[in-house]
């Protein structure tokens, strides 16, 4: 699996150092330079399944307010 992601990246690039930005915003994207897609990509999964997450605790309250509704033997 890391092998995958080794592969999305050069780990060394062939480029000149320069001093980074000093500004927040622009000093982290120029450290992430190249590996945004993989980024962006990481953070809409880790939303959805955050979303997925959520939804399953709201359904597990809404199971648990059912229960307390009915008896056992009208179930």
């Known amino acids: 699996m890391y092998e995958f992601f080794e592969k999305l990246t050069s780990a060394f ?7 980074p930005p000093s500004h ?9 330079r190249g590996f ?3 980024l ?3 953070a809409i999964l880790s ?3 955050t979303i ?3 939804s399953l605790v709201g359904v597990m309250g ?3 307010d ?4 009915y008896s056992p033997t009208d179930l």
């Open 13 to 19: 690039p062939n480029s000149t150092t320069q001093t």
């Open 24 to 32: 927040f915003w622009a000093f982290c994207r120029y450290y992430t």
């Open 36 to 38: 945004e897609g993989p």
């Open 40 to 42: 962006f990509c990481l």
């Open 47 to 49: 939303a959805s399944i």
């Open 52 to 54: 997925v997450e959520v």
């Open 62 to 64: 809404l199971l648990i």
């Open 66 to 69: 059912w229960l307390t509704i």
